[in-house]
């Protein structure tokens, strides 16, 4: 399958992340707040076995999934080997995709996952999460809804005609798609965190330093001049706040059940 418009091929989010692992856990204080809002999120009743962080980055999560989870045996599979070789908290960890689990079927009873997902073919990352999990195992991830980044697609709309931004599914998309791929009991909450920064090249700057700065087809071909970067600039000031230049995540937490 060729993958989505909107999705750069896998070399290229993967060498953004290798880029981004000595800077990420620095810059990360906006992943680290929506890992907590899913943590909130997580009823298991019977406790997994086994569990699986998809798209494990550095592995923050994995100590407070052991604290809340002891018994569980952890797998952390990640695109990235430089991400993965950060990870401190004990667990088996693993370089693959999460469109194409190196995992047998029904190996894991939680397929936990924070802010990984945006960046898969999601039918088939949700095929692979599904095929993973055994039957009556969880799923608790978050992902990210198309009013992400919204200051940004406002300001360079102003400057250029490329797309910034990854396009980000829908609530109704992600539900549709949990449910072809065989989920049931899916619920989708819907969260608006926002981020602010002192000016626009500390913004995308931390977009870089967390490696979120890659896109897709048909994006800007060639670096901005100093007249297009200030026009960038005068239409991202117009958007200042009280606390600075703000950046929308449009969080949605997706938990279900095979
Ligand atoms: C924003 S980081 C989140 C990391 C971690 N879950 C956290 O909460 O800090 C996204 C992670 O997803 C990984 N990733 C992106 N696409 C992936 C894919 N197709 N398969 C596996 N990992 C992927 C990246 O390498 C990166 O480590």
Known sequence: MTPSPSHPPKTRIRR????????????????????????????????????????????YALPLLAERLPAA?????????AMLARIAAPCQRLAG????????????????????????????????AWRVLRPGGRLA???????????????????DDY???LTFQTPEAIARNARAAGFIDVSIRRQRHVAHYPDL????????????NQLGSGRRPHPMGRAAFAALQAAAERQRQAAGLPLTYDVLIVNARK
């Open 163 to 165: 797309p910034h931004t």
């Open 73 to 81: 045996e952890r797998l952390a599979v990640d695109l990235s080997p």
């Open 201 to 212: 090249r500390r913004l995308l700057s931390a977009i870089k330093a967390i490696g979120a």
């Open 141 to 159: 991830a978050t992902t990210l809804g198309p009013a992400t980044f919204a200051e940004l697609r406002q300001a360079f709309a102003l400057v």
């Open 16 to 59: 953004a992340f290798e880029r981004a692992a000595p800077t990420y856990d620095a810059a990360a204080a906006m992943q680290r707040e929506i890992c907590q809002a899913l943590l909130a999120t997580l009823d298991v009743i019977a406790p997994p076995a086994t569990l699986l962080d998809a798209g494990a980055g550095t592995g």
């Open 97 to 128: 995709d999460l469109e194409h689990l190196p995992l047998a079927a029904g190996c894991c009873d939680l397929y936990w996952s924070n802010l990984a997902l945006q960046w898969c073919d999601l039918p088939r990352a949700l095929a692979e």
